[in-house]
């Protein structure tokens, strides 16, 4: 807790850092939409919203764990109202989101994994 409170300040660039890099990369791929309350220039915490055309929520998230190694959520997120709205103000037929939250464990080789994960997903 001492080095967590002593390198907060790092621990925030290295999340925020991480998060935009996210979000751009996964909005850049075709079919891949992420949601947001605030719009993309808004800060906001390195935990990311997102769905690929063609593939439920549910979906992609056991290939993601059984195929590449990666853990995300998916659902609604005890946030069922919002993220209704969300999917429908962009138009989705989606009915639930997959949701991937970056943290102090992770590293630029883990966004790029999760980032090379998706596109294949989007490109099948």
Not at 34 to 50: C, K, M, N, Y
Request: contains cysteine; negative net charge.
């Amino acid at each position: 807790c001492q080095v967590v409170e002593r390198e907060r300040a790092s621990i925030d660039a290295l999340e925020a850092e991480l998060g935009r890099g996210l979000i751009s990369r996964l909005d850049a791929i075709p079919g891949v939409r992420t949601l947001s309350i605030f719009g993309p220039t808004h800060e906001r915490a390195p935990v990311v919203s997102f769905t690929i055309d063609g593939w439920a929520a549910e979906d992609v998230s056991r290939v993601l764990s059984e195929d590449y190694g990666i853990g995300v959520r998916d659902g609604r997120f005890c946030a069922h109202i919002l993220v209704d709205a969300l999917l429908e103000r962009r138009g989705s037929a989606h009915t639930s989101a997959v949701r991937a939250s970056l943290g102090l464990a992770n590293t630029p080789a883990h966004v790029d994994h999760l980032v090379a994960a998706v596109r294949e997903l989007a490109n099948r």
